[in-house]
T-cell receptor
C-alpha cells in the first residue's frame, strides 16, 4: 500500500513567520501535486512537480520535489492570514496516474 | 469556465437509509472522480470514470455503494444502506483526461448518518 505521510499534522503560527511542511513516502511517484482546501470547499490545485529535484515558486510559496521523487516540501515565506487552510499533497502513480492523497497539514495563521 | 457542480451540499439521514449525490463536471472533461473525505483525513478515491467507463473502483465498497456516468457527462453516487461510518464529505472532481492533468474539485456534499 502506498502511503503519503504529511507533517506536521497541525501548525499554528503568527502572521509574518516562515514555515515548511513535508510530504514523505517510501514510494516513487511520477508527479506530485499540492492542493489547498478551505473549510466547506473542495481542494484547489497549487502546483504540480514532475522532475526529481524540481523547485517551483508561486509568490511566497516554494515547492520542492525530492531527487528520488519520493518526497516533497512546501515552504511559505512571511505567512499571511489568507494562507490558512488544509494543505494536501497527492502523488500520482500507475499508468492511470491515480492520485493518492496525504492526510494534510492544517495551517492556522493568526494576525 | 463553470466549475464542478455538486448537489446537495448537505444531507442528514438515518442509518440504513439510502442517499444519492449528483455531480456535473467541467464541460469537456473526460475523467470524473468520486472521493470520500472523512474529517481530519485526505480524500480517498472511491471510483474513477473515463467517459462512461469505469477505470478504477477498487476502493468502492460495492456491497453498499454504486456509481454511474451513463452518458459520459454527469454522474450519480449512491449509498444503500448507509452506515454511521459513511459520514464524510463526498467530493467530485474532473480532469481533462487521465494521467497528468490537474483535478478540479467541486465543493462536496457533507453527509451525516445518524
Amino acid at each position: 500500500t502506498q502511503l503519503l505521510e504529511q507533517s506536521p499534522q497541525f501548525l499554528s503560527i503568527q502572521e509574518g513567520e516562515n514555515l515548511t511542511v513535508y510530504c514523505n513516502s517510501s514510494s516513487v511517484f511520477s508527479s506530485l501535486q499540492w492542493y489547498r482546501q478551505e473549510p466547506g470547499e473542495g481542494p484547489v490545485l497549487l502546483v504540480t512537480v514532475v522532475t526529481g529535484g524540481e523547485v517551483k515558486k508561486l509568490k511566497r510559496l516554494t515547492f520542492q520535489f525530492g531527487d528520488a521523487r519520493k518526497d516533497s516540501s512546501l515552504h511559505i515565506t512571511a505567512a499571511q492570514t489568507g494562507d490558512t487552510g488544509l494543505y494536501l499533497c497527492a502523488g500520482a502513480t500507475g499508468s492511470q496516474g491515480n492520485l493518492i492523497f496525504g492526510k494534510g497539514t492544517k495551517l492556522s495563521v493568526k494576525p | 469556465e463553470a466549475g464542478v457542480a455538486q448537489s446537495p451540499r448537505y444531507k442528514i439521514i438515518e442509518k440504513r437509509q439510502s442517499v444519492a449525490f449528483w455531480c456535473n463536471p467541467i464541460s469537456g472533461h473526460a475523467t470524473l472522480y468520486w472521493y470520500q473525505q472523512i474529517l481530519g483525513q485526505g480524500p480517498k478515491l472511491l471510483i474513477q470514470f473515463q467517459n462512461n467507463g469505469v477505470v478504477d473502483d477498487s476502493q468502492l465498497p460495492k456491497d453498499r455503494f454504486s456509481a454511474e456516468r451513463l452518458k459520459g457527462v454527469d454522474s450519480t453516487l449512491k449509498i444503500q444502506p448507509a452506515k454511521l461510518e459513511d459520514s464524510a464529505v463526498y467530493l467530485c472532481a474532473s480532469s481533462l483526461q487521465l494521467a497528468g492533468y490537474p483535478l478540479h474539485f467541486g465543493n462536496g456534499t457533507r453527509l451525516t448518518v445518524t
